[in-house]
């Protein structure tokens, strides 16, 4: 204070009339941001749009509490002529609109999955907030009509505030722990028995979403689901093509980020709907008393034109909140659920053709090492202020997914799948743990070939897999690729899959669970940039680097330099040496970089032909990403929702629905209860079982108890005969209903006739 005290008298006066205007017409600039762009981080993985919401987001909260303080503190100070006295009155009249800033828009309750922790600090906040917004308007009290109109704004403030605290609350994890997997088997029995299967291809894919998104619910936060889910999850999602598969994972992902990160856990329910039809009724009214009653003579036309923006920004916050619920997915589930007459069908259709269909960036993120290895180090600074972080991501290009690429993971998940159910090994978790922790030794066992490359993939850490595959990959697609006209769908795929698990290694490592080392990711980079300098016939340079250099082309002669197809030919003639090379594998073990490695790789892919190598790396890269998305926590899947999405998190959920997840397991409760009406996956069911069962009997040495199967089956056959009797009795009752409607029909009929017939004699008897 001190210091403003010394400023020019028009500046401190000029800042003691704005002080508090720009503090309000700064928390709704922030509130405007955050109506509009909330929304967008869900589709659209640019960091801009992430920097200005996350800005947003936290100056928001900051900015209201800081002008309700500012308001608080010129109505204690208010003691001045009666045209003061009128400005402030109008001031006190923002406070509840600073209220309805601080509930937030519908689209954005949390920036992080961490915020909805926070829940107890908001609510201390609602407390005193709502407490301070009321010290100011009891200040304003009898002013006239003004504290009238105030009455319902400051009501719809602190309902908003009230609805941010309790969503917070209800996406904490100790509230989403509580949840169970009734709900998914009761919208799945739903689907099953409706009358009115959906005939749209998307509004199948939305129906089995929404099923799926309670078990994806359920298991993002480590709770156990039971093998009888495993079998439904996967029956459901295998009945789609890999396009379908993905488009049913989006939405269900859709679903997923509009519970944990914005107001549908409470403005999708009966309750919410009754709250959003108040608070616009409230709004609405208030801003149409103001524009009537107020005589906007008596207040500065500063203040009235803010008030008016003040108006415009809540209504059109409640207008858009409006918007948001009739063309959301959860509204066109409900429709499709309540479908089967004309006019849900027609609003049905209505919303599909205005709304876009985006759920996520659909793309996904491409780092080459070889190419940032070539742009200059850094500064040695920049890695103390934490900025080469930043550099790293200018490094980083987007690549839209395509359905080949779908296809490709799509089947392999499906195949492994598929696979487990044939053998029937989904029942013991061991089993699918195997299955599961393949990444890349899974297609060489097939191929024969894994003795020769265990070195880099079962008997090194993830990250050094990655690597080396990366860099070899990079290799072969240049020598296979020499003028560019000779590209497949194999090539694109394995080099797409190969930048994507590079992207993930540098810049999201916390996706990928085991072992990553940026030690190992930094010496690589710099013996790639002392590769460059190095000249090829230099002392210094040893045979890997040389051989390196030319594979590379780095003279850029071109695929006809002589050097260039000499070493090729030389490669591709000379013999697989893996395993058996004990001072490659000393080396090898030793090194932190991984080049060595690079150029073994290299040399045994390009002994294989162009379209076995090919099949064999695409591979590779599927099953890499499948083993990645299986390990990566939950927590950081759902992290990536707020960033556009990722294939990842794709991928997870779609090894999740196949049964591809060590979550389920056998709990030993009577899991044929939830098979009552579907006797051909019982049978599935049984069978795993007892394979299960005798698989353990063995290993403990014991014989199985055939008595408790048996048992066991009795009861299902008798709870099957319970529920066909209640059906039978069901049956016979409603048809004993509809008789007696039919009677009470005929009786109906019958009065109705003797009543005409009596009509009929008093008129004969009146002639």
């Known amino acids: 204070m001190t210091m403003l005290k010394n400023l020019p008298e028009d500046v401190l006066n000029l800042w003691n009339n704005w002080e508090i205007r720009g503090m309000v017409l700064l928390s709704l600039l922030l509130q405007t941001i ?101 010290y100011v308007f009891s200040r304003s009290w009898g002013s006239g009509i003004l504290t009238f109109i105030a009455i319902p704004v400051f009501v719809v403030g602190v309902v908003k505030y009230a609805e941010r605290t309790w969503v917070l609350w209800s996406s904490c994890s100790k509230s989403l722990k509580n949840s169970s997997l009734r709900g998914f088997w009761r919208s799945y029995n739903r689907s099953r028995k409706s009358k009115t299967p959906p005939q749209d291809l998307q509004e199948n894919y939305l129906l089995q979403a929404y099923v799926f998104s309670y078990i994806s619910k359920f298991v993002m936060q ?46 999708y329910s009966r309750a919410g709907i009754i709250l959003r039809c108040i608070s616009s009724l409230l709004s609405v009214t208030a801003f149409i008393t103001f524009q009537v009653k107020i005589d906007k003579h008596d207040y500065s036309k500063t203040d009235i ?56 960036s659909r793309s996904i993120s491409q780092y080459n090492l070889k190419s940032s290895s070539i742009e200059r180090e850094p500064p040695k600074f920049l890695e103390f202020l934490g900025i080469d972080e930043m550099m790293r991501q200018m490094h980083v290009n987007r690549k839209d997914l395509n359905v080949d690429l779908q296809g490709f993971i799509f089947g392999h998940l499906l195949k492994k799948a598929e696979k487990m159910k044939e ?21 060489l066992e097939r191929e ?90 230099g002392p210094d340079a040893k045979e890997y680097q040389r051989t390196l250099r030319v594979l590379w082309r780095l003279k850029d002669r071109g695929p006809d330099d002589k050097e260039y197809k000499r070493t090729l030919l030389e490669l591709r003639n000379s013999e697989s040496r893996g395993c058996d090379d004990i001072g490659f594998q000393r ?67 779609l090894g999740l629905h196949l049964g591809l997840s060590e979550q389920y397991e056998y709990n030993g409760s009577n ?17 795993a079982r007892r394979k299960y069962l005798e698989g353990i009997a063995a290993t403990s040495g014991s014989s199985l108890d055939e008595e408790e199967l048996e048992e066991y089956d009795k009861a299902r056959d008798k709870y099957m005969e319970g529920i066909e009797d209640f059906h039978e009795i069901q049956s016979e009752s409603v ?4 008789k007696c409607f039919r009677c009470l029909s005929a009786k109906s009929e019958c009065l109705s006739a003797k009543s005409k017939c009596l009509s009929l004699k008093s008129k004969w008897l009146c002639n």
């Open 735 to 738: 048809s004993a209903k509809s």
């Open 222 to 267: 480590d709770l156990v689901p039971g093998i009888s889910s495993l079998i439904r999850s996967r029956e459901l999602i295998s009945k789609n093509n890999a396009y379908g598969a993905f488009k049913v994972v989006e939405a269900e992902l859709g679903l997923i980020y509009d519970m944990l990160y914005t107001k549908a856990p409470l403005i």
């Open 448 to 537: 024969e070939l894994l003795r020769d490359y265990k070195w880099c993939t079962t008997e090194v850490e993830f990250s050094r897999s990655i690597l080396v595959w990366h860099l070899a990959t990079d290799i072969c697609y240049l020598d296979d690729n020499k003028d560019g006209s000779n590209v497949s769908k194999e090539y694109e795929a394995s080099r797409c899959l190969s930048e994507y698990m590079m992207y993930l290694l540098v810049i999201r490592p916390n996706m990928l669970s085991k072992g990553f080392c940026d030690e190992v990711y930094q010496e690589t980079l710099r013996d790639l940039r002392v590769l460059w300098r190095l000249k090829d016939r």
């Open 34 to 134: 955050l109506i509009i762009f909330g929304s967008w981080r869900k589709t659209n993985a640019r960091s801009w749009i992430r920097m200005l919401v996350w800005s947003a987001y936290l100056s928001a909260d900051v900015v209201a509490t800081v002008a309700l303080g500012n308001l608080a503190k010129s109505q204690g100070d208010s003691s001045g002529d009666s045209s003061e006295n009128a400005n402030n009155s109008i001031q006190a009249f923002w406070a509840p609109f600073l209220l309805l800033h601080l509930g937030g828009p519908d689209t954005i309750t949390a920036y992080s999955i961490e915020d909805n922790e926070l829940w107890k600090r908001h609510l201390l906040g609602l407390v005193v907030q709502v407490g301070v917004a009321f």
């Open 423 to 443: 053998d029937l090994n989904f029942f013991d978790k061991n089993d699918r743990s195997k299955v599961i922790r393949q990444r890349g030794d899974g297609v």
């Open 305 to 360: 034109a803010i008030t008016y923006l003040l108006f415009a920004a809540a209504v059109f916050l409640e207008f858009y909140a409006f918007l948001c619920l009739v063309l959301s997915d959860w509204t066109m589930i409900w429709l499709i659920d309540k479908g089967g007459n004309g006019l849900t069908k027609a609003t049905y259709s209505l919303i599909r053709k205005i709304t876009r269909g985006e759920r996520w």
């Open 587 to 653: 080396r090898w073990k030793t090194s932190k970089s991984v080049l060595r490695g690079v150029e073994r790789l290299a040399r045994q892919l390009l002994l294989l032909g162009p379209e076995k190598r090919w099949r064999m790396i695409k591979e590779v890269w599927v099953e890499m990403v499948a083993y990645a998305a299986a390990h990566c926590p939950w927590k950081e899947h759902t992290q990536q929702l707020r960033r556009g999405g990722e294939l990842l998190t794709h991928v997870s959920l």
């Open 671 to 687: 899991d044929f209860l939830l098979f009552s009406e579907f006797n051909e996956m019982y049978e599935e069911y049984r069978k």
